[in-house]
């Protein structure tokens, strides 16, 4: 795809850079795997905000995206590669005879390619298998964590993870992340790198954009009072003073927030990026 820069017309223009998104089908979504959308401005299921900073943005329409690959020993077509304004990643629509799905687009997919989902199938881009079949070295992602769950890791852009070895009922797996776990063998995988690799290098350039995004402004803590944050306060201006905490005096940089104990076992290094 690759990145698109500006002239310097404006000061936002001047650091602004873009994902090219011309070979992109240009049409509407598919109306049959779509829904509408409401925007919860960052609240969850109980109506309160977790997630501050959230609210307004452009209207979406939801694309109802297949992560559990369930669609068995059917091979599809790829009819075209989509824009989803949900997520990082771009989607293709994958035609079978008697049915449509999206699936999150691998990078080197491309129209009128066929895919099929089965428990062992070829190693090509696109196709989804048990991860206990998938070949040592072998790229993947939308990688399930229970068997039938649908994918959880690595479905941003560009993500992927790396099958290390085999060990009795499960798989080591290497993430991006430099984590190193193991994956039940009958969960589903699918081969080869998420789709639109560059989203990394893209640059908003103006706060406009932070908005349709849904994403409102962030005042720090240390221009506060003391009432409103454990940063705040001072004569003149301070850095703080003390360890960066949340409003509520949470640490808030290498504070071990994990709290899910049983699935450790599962993981065997956390080594973390330098």
């Known amino acids: 795809m690759g990145l698109i820069t ?3 017309t404006t000061p936002s223009f001047r650091k602004t850079v873009k994902i090219d998104r011309s070979q992109l089908f240009k049409g509407r979504p598919e109306k049959s795997l779509i829904e509408d959308l409401q925007p919860n ?23 109802l995206v297949n992560f559990k690959r369930n669609t068995f020993d059917k091979i599809g077509t790829v009819e075209r590669i989509e824009y989803d304004p949900n997520r990082s990643a771009f989607i293709a629509l994958i035609n079978y005879q008697d049915l ?12 009128d390619d066929k895919v099929i989902s089965s428990s062992k199938t070829e190693i090509s881009s696109g196709n989804a298998m048990k991860i206990k079949n998938i070949p040592t070295g072998t790229s993947i992602h939308n990688i399930e964590l ?34 190193t776990r193991l994956v039940h063998g009958e969960c589903m995988a699918t081969i080869g790198v998420v789709s639109n690799q560059d ?17 409102r402004p962030t005042v720090r803590g240390v221009v506060m009072n003391p009432v409103d944050h454990p940063h705040g306060g001072g004569e003149g201006r301070t850095s703080g ?9 949470m640490k808030t940089k290498g504070k071990k927030t994990r709290r899910i104990k049983f699935t450790s076992k599962m993981i065997i290094s956390r080594r973390a990026k330098k």
């Not at 401005?41 to 452009?58: A, D, E, L, M, Q």
């Not at 479905?155 to 009922?169: I, T």
Request: glycine share 14%; hydrophobic share 25%.
């Open 199 to 215: 989203n990394k290098n893209k640059k908003i350039g103006k706060a406009g954009i932070k908005r349709h995004l849904g994403i």
């Open 6 to 8: 500006y002239k310097p």
């Open 100 to 111: 449509k799905e999206y699936i999150i687009a691998p990078s080197d997919l491309k129209i």
């Open 146 to 179: 229970k068997p039938g769950a649908g994918g959880k890791l690595c479905r941003s852009a560009g993500s992927f993870a790396q099958v290390l070895g085999k060990q009795e009922k499960y798989v080591m797996v290497k993430l991006s992340s430099r984590e």
């Open 41 to 63: 401005s960052g609240r969850n299921n109980t109506g309160k905000i977790t997630i501050r900073h959230r609210s307004g943005g452009h209207k979406k329409k939801y694309r």
């Open 241 to 249: 003073g003390r360890h960066p905490s949340t409003p509520w005096g």
